[in-house]
């Protein structure tokens, strides 16, 4: 599976960008995506997560963001509102078969970051 996270871009605060995640591979439906974000000087965190019928949020973007897929289009989706400075980050995507959702280093795949910048 090869995945090309796109999307970023500079907003201002309360603003929004929507992410996606298109990914390479038949079988894409039968994989876990993942966003994960990493700012400057920090650690690689996790965002949102979707299987095939849930999805899972860091509690700093719930509310805020919606992770969404489109298995016809083998692209996942992360809808970012209101977002803010904190918010930050070059965005990468990940897929798994079997991921603990939080966890990055149970992805098998991942894709080239995006970078977002919220101006205050």
């Known amino acids: 599976v090869q995945l090309q996270a796109s999307g970023g871009g500079l907003v201002q605060a309360g603003g929004s960008l929507r992410l996606s995640c298109a990914a390479s591979?038949?079988?894409?439906?039968?994989?876990?995506v993942g966003w994960f974000r990493q700012a400057p000087g920090k650690e690689r965190e996790f965002v949102a997560a979707?299987?095939?019928?849930?999805?899972y949020y860091a509690d700093s973007v719930k509310g805020r963001f919606t992770i969404s897929r489109d298995n016809a289009k083998n692209t996942v989706y992360l809808q970012m509102n209101s977002l803010k400075p904190e918010d930050t980050a070059v965005y990468y995507c990940?897929?798994?078969?079997?991921?603990?959702?939080?966890?990055?280093?149970?992805?098998?795949?991942w894709g080239q970051g995006t970078q977002v910048t919220v101006s205050s």
């Open positions: 990940a897929a798994g078969r079997l991921p603990t959702m939080g966890l990055e280093s149970t992805y098998e795949y």
């Open positions: 979707i299987s095939w019928s849930d999805t």
């Open positions: 591979g038949r079988t894409f439906s039968s994989y876990a």
